[in-house]
Structures are given as structure tokens and as C-alpha cells.
Nanobody, 114 residues
């Protein structure tokens, strides 16, 4: 069974940084694309960043230039470095295994105050 466990959320002032991490168990991690998604208050869940098993990345327009997704296939982790955070980045961030059907972590709260 696949488990995804996020960590690293918290509260920060605008302009600050946070690093999210996700540990995966129960899969041959290097074979699969992984992603970070978020659900902002009153909004649908949306893609933030994705990374293939080989390390190719994709970002939402909102994340481009401020966030960096990375993975460690040995440790089976995927991380999201978030810099220059804005209040509109506030939300619950989810790690996802991008294999149909997607597998989701439980989420970690990120709160950015102005």
C-alpha cells in the first residue's frame, strides 16, 4: 500500500520561505512522477509543481520563479522549496503520486501573513 507523508508546513510572513517534504513508501518511487498541489480557501485543488522520475519539472504560473520542486529517488522523497511567499499562497498543500488513480497525502497547512 502506498503512503505519502508530508511535513514542513507552517506560518510565515510574506516574503519568507518554507520547505515542504513528502516521504513515499510502498512504491518503486523512481518510476513515477510526483507532484505538489494545493487547495486555497474557497478554491478547488490546483497543481503547483510536478516532477517526473527523471527529474523533468513543470510549474504553475503562480509557482514559476518562486518555487522549486526536487526529488531524491534514494530517500524516496519529493520536496518543494517555496520562496518569496505571498498571502495568496496560503492553503493546504498536498503531495501526490501521479499514477491513475492519483494517491494523495493528508496535506500540510501553509499560512502566509501580510
Amino acid at each position: 500500500q502506498v503512503y505519502l507523508m508530508e511535513s514542513g508546513g507552517g506560518s510565515v510572513q510574506a516574503g519568507g520561505s518554507l520547505r515542504l517534504s513528502c516521504k513515499a513508501t510502498g512504491i518503486n518511487f523512481r518510476l513515477y512522477s510526483m507532484g505538489w498541489y494545493r487547495r486555497r480557501p474557497g478554491q478547488e485543488r490546483e497543481m503547483v509543481a510536478t516532477i517526473t522520475g527523471g527529474g523533468a519539472t513543470d510549474y504553475s504560473d503562480a509557482a514559476q520563479g518562486r518555487f522549486t520542486i526536487s526529488r531524491d529517488n534514494v530517500r524516496r522523497t519529493v520536496s518543494l522549496q517555496m520562496n518569496s511567499l505571498k498571502p495568496e499562497d496560503t492553503g493546504v498543500y498536498y503531495c501526490a503520486l501521479l499514477r491513475e488513480p492519483y494517491v494523495w497525502g493528508r496535506g500540510t497547512q501553509v499560512t502566509v501573513s501580510s
